[in-house]
């Protein structure tokens, strides 16, 4: 039988990442990583063995761990994720610092996630501003429920969540902020048949030939829901900031820009509204 660590090393060597073999073992085992250096040498009973070879064999298959796990950190926050939602990712932090920058301290406005997955941007700016009135949209019922009980998990109860298709149901509400993280790879991409990507829904990851049909559409709409002097900020691709700051000019936006992340690629841009 083996031990603790004869199996993370057997795993690692299969996975070729001692990091997600130590995480996928704590899943099984419902410990804490801190477990781990005590207990290497502890023998693995046989249900546990077995669970685990599952669980490295769908690993080995493409499928992330995050749905493996049930869950990701983002932000501060530790994020119930399954295949009905998009996995929250660091770079996605970008768009939450940025928002956070343009909310004043006690900030108590209107605040808009669009296409929320998980709840994590949406969750990740009410943590941080209490008083404020966060409305997350999504079209799938399934992630809503996901990004509710995140909420519940947590005891964010500043952001309400509503069905329906980017801005289609804030029909007559305005916003100091909108921020949204949609689907922008082109939907040729051959990176959608590759890796973690196969088992992500594909609605939220590809919009049309060159992946900025959502944007454009989020673009245009957002001016009618914006307060005056209100953010709209969006995540998008590494190669799509210059034809993003393009939308946004060409719509209206004033102090349009492009943020690049910790890789230097470009990554979230926004604009301002200046209409009355």
């Known amino acids: 039988m083996p031990d603790v660590r004869e199996a993370l090393a057997a795993a690692t060597q299969r996975l070729g990442d001692r990091t997600e073999a130590e995480l996928l073992l704590l899943h099984v085992l419902q410990r804490p990583r801190s477990w781990l250096f005590a207990h ?6 046989m249900d546990v063995q077995t669970s685990y070879q599952k669980l490295l ?11 493996l796990v049930g869950h990701r950190g983002f932000w501060t926050l530790d ?6 939602t998009l996995i929250p990712r660091p770079e996605t932090e970008l768009l939450v ?4 920058q343009r909310l004043p301290p006690g900030f108590s406005g209107r605040v808009a996630d669009l296409g929320t997955g998980s709840g994590a941007i ?8 209490p008083r404020a009135q ?4 999504d079209a799938s019922a399934t992630a809503l429920a996901v990004a509710r009980r995140n909420a519940q998990r947590h005891g964010i109860d500043n952001v309400s969540f509503v069905q329906g298709d980017w801005l289609a149901p804030l029909a007559g509400q305005r916003f100091e902020l909108i921020v949204s993280n949609p689907p922008y790879i082109e939907a040729g991409d051959p990176h959608l048949a590759r890796g973690d990507l196969r088992f992500e829904p594909a609605s ?3 919009s049309g030939r060159d992946g900025l049909d959502d ?5 245009d709409g957002a001016l009618g829901h914006l307060a005056p002097g209100g953010w709209l900020l969006f995540e998008h691709g590494w190669n799509q900031g210059e034809a993003a700051r393009v939308l946004l000019r060409d719509a209206g936006y004033a102090e349009v820009f492009t943020a690049q992340d910790l890789e230097q690629r470009d990554r979230v841009s926004g604009g301002r509204c200046v209409r009355r």
């Open 215 to 219: 944007i454009r559409r989020i673009v």
């Open 204 to 206: 939220a990851l590809a």
């Open 134 to 137: 966060v409305i997350a949209t």
């Open 79 to 84: 994020l119930e994720v399954t295949s009905a």
């Open 57 to 67: 064999s769908r690993r080995e298959a493409g499928e992330p761990v995050a749905y």
């Open 122 to 129: 949406a969750l990740a700016i009410a943590r941080e501003h």
């Open 40 to 45: 290497a040498g502890d023998p693995l009973e």
């Open 97 to 100: 610092e940025l928002a956070l």
